[in-house]
């Protein structure tokens, strides 16, 4: 029997929209499946079986996140194919800094109208982001949520679940004098400090389809570039080098985000000259006339993820990451301090 409510239509949700959403995210769903995936769309929980072969003291590892006020980016752009990359990686990124690797993740979707093509291209974007990170997208939700929010309007967010032996878990503890600090580059501003560009660029009445040569891309190409997934190329690091601390550089930027790995009695010595700051970065500090000190404690700056290895694996890790279509290269060392960071 056909499952529908006139009563609950007529109150502003449409629960055959749900059903038709579900249909046509399936194929973005299968290309997320993996070994250890149990369970189909559609169930009340989302099964799991994990591989333990070869872990002698296996630790589940889990973050969750959202993609905040970039989404109205994708909204103006009226884009919404690469925003469930974002909310993807805020999540995995943040448990590959534990040397966890994602299995699976769930994404949750309000909305004020449910628009199933709509929601299946967000799907589109979180089973990419999946792919990306080689974890499966096992579940989610999508609200309909009439008279809380318009019906353009949508929020995305999601957890996930990975898993690491306890052995190999990155230990600060291990850091020491002398470690050096390696950036990963971002693919620029990612899924942090929005409500800044949004007001510095003015974005409700700025033309983001204007190319601009400085972006060599469109201003709103250039805000919806979706954050890096640095989780395959971490993993591989893990097996070339003895890696010490790793910050996922998301709000807050360095002087938050870097001593979050950084042990007391350390701290980390950050050459900005060294840093490569994307063009974006720049544009929008001249624009809005934002003081370097505030760059830096808002914005990735152009640096998605700070590895910190042991001195003598540096080169290896250098060479794994770039191995794995990551430029990475040194960005400072780690020295006796009770800061924690300091960009010199």
Do not use: W
């Not at 909204?75 to 299995?103: E, F, R, Y």
């Not at 449910?114 to 974890?135: F, H, L, M, Q």
């Not at 949004?198 to 250039?222: I, M, P, Q």
Request: charged share 20%; proline share 5%; net charge negative.
């Amino acid at each position: 029997m056909r499952s529908f409510s006139d009563s609950y239509r007529a109150a502003g949700v449409n629960i055959e929209a749900g059903y038709e959403g579900v249909k046509l995210m399936k194929k973005h769903v299968a290309r997320t499946m993996i070994p250890g995936v149990v369970s189909d769309l559609g169930g009340f929980g989302g099964l799991f079986a994990p591989d333990l072969t070869g872990m002698k003291n296996p630790v589940l590892v889990s973050g969750t996140d959202g993609v905040g006020t970039k989404l109205r980016i994708a909204m103006l752009m009226d884009k919404h194919d690469t925003i469930g990359i974002d909310c993807v990686a805020m999540c995995v990124n943040d448990i590959i800094c534990c040397g966890a690797k994602p299995l699976f993740f769930l994404d949750y979707i309000a909305i004020g109208k449910n628009d199933p093509e709509k929601v299946a291209t967000i799907v589109s974007g979180v089973a990419e982001g999946c792919v990306r990170s080689g974890c499966a997208l096992i579940g989610g939700e999508t609200a309909e949520h009439p008279g809380m929010m318009p019906a353009d309007d949508y929020d995305l967010a999601g957890f996930s679940v990975g898993i690491v032996d306890r052995e190999k878990v990155i230990d600060p503890a291990k850091m020491q004098a002398g470690d050096v600090i390696l950036a990963l580059p971002s693919s620029g501003i990612h899924s942090n400090g929005y409500s800044l560009v949004r007001k510095v660029f003015n974005v409700e009445r700025a033309n983001l389809h204007l190319h601009s040569d400085a972006l060599g891309c469109t201003l709103g190409e250039a805000l919806l570039e979706p954050t890096t997934i640095y989780v395959k190329p971490v993993l591989a690091a893990m097996e070339a080098a003895d890696i010490h601390g790793i910050s996922h550089i998301t709000g807050g930027g360095f002087y938050e985000n870097i001593p979050r790995a950084i042990p007391d009695g350390l701290c980390a010595k950050i050459n900005k000259s060294a840093i490569k700051v994307p063009p974006i970065f720049q544009m929008l500090q001249s624009t809005g006339n934002i003081p370097e000190r505030d760059m830096f404690n808002t914005y990735n700056m152009g640096v998605g993820m700070a590895v910190i290895v042991k001195a003598e694996d540096a080169d290896k890790a250098l060479a794994s990451f770039r191995a794995n279509g990551v430029d990475a290269y040194e960005l400072g060392e780690v020295v006796t301090g009770e800061q924690k960071i300091e960009l010199c």
